[in-house]
């Protein structure tokens, strides 16, 4: 059961149901989980069109994917819940606490997050052990890293379980121990801030910067396109949140990101954000 279809909830679905599971896609109102399931059939038919999935392919994916907006009803005999929900500790121990007390006493429960604490979740669940990180990347059916976090309190055989799950997916998974930002995030937003700085101060255009990182250090997407592309609300939060738990300077937002999220300047979802998405 994947918990949440936006943007990360779609793309989990449908990497598990490619590699032969059978997946519950759940959201609060029936019609935003079965436009999650529109979002995977037109990622599968992109990847006929290229001829990277076959038509059958297609066909039995879709075939193992259903919409619910019944978590409870969609938890029973689970084996594994993974919640992608928006990055709120309290929406995100809400629904893991109603995964917990639906699903099999043995299912693993993973978190999306890509930067809160996995402790805090596993402190207000009755089987802490059972709950681990797993932080997939977008877009998911192309990205191969999952970061699997291990909590204080995860179990050794379950940070195994959701190793074995993300290689299953045909993922490549990296293990990392609970910490602000985790290793990816920490990483990814430094270099997304400093070039959010550099484009404030005139540095450089935004389309050069990201052909710095791109051509220079054979980053598949620059900085700035990739925050477009999560959202700048969503960078905007995690970089709040690694600010107030690392200290220092380094995570403090730039102004030109604050006053972008204020004005609704989201970068994809909003049709504008560093680039132009009007037309896409």
Known sequence: MVVGAGTM????AQVAAQAGSNVTLVDVRLELAEAGLDKVRANLDGGVARGKVTE???DGTLARLRASADLAEAAVGAALVVEAVPERLA?????????????????????????????????????PERVVGMHFFNPVHINKLVEVVEG??????????????????GKEP??????PGFASSRLGVLLGLEAIRMLEEGVASAADIDRALELGYR?????????DLVGLDVRLDIARYLHETLGGERFH?????ERMVAEGTLGRKSGRGFYDWSQE
């Not at 909830?9 to 989990?12: L, Y």
């Not at 995100?92 to 007390?101: D, I, P, S, T």
């Not at 639906?102 to 596993?122: K, M, V």
């Not at 990296?174 to 910490?179: G, K, L, N, P, T």
Request: net charge positive.
């Open 56 to 58: 059958a392919e297609r």
């Open 219 to 227: 980053h598949p997407m620059g900085p700035l396109r990739l925050t």
């Open 253 to 257: 937002p730039p102004a030109l990101l």
């Open 152 to 169: 204080p309190r995860s179990s050794a055989a379950a940070v195994k379980r959701a190793l074995e799950h993300a290689r299953a997916f």
């Open 91 to 127: 929406l995100k121990v809400e629904v893991l606490r109603a995964a917990e007390a639906a699903a099999p006493p043995d299912a693993l429960l993973a978190s999306n997050t890509s930067s809160l604490s996995i402790g805090a979740l596993q402190d207000a669940l009755e089987r």
């Open 9 to 12: 909830g779609h793309g989990i």
């Open 174 to 179: 990296i293990r990392v121990r609970d910490s």
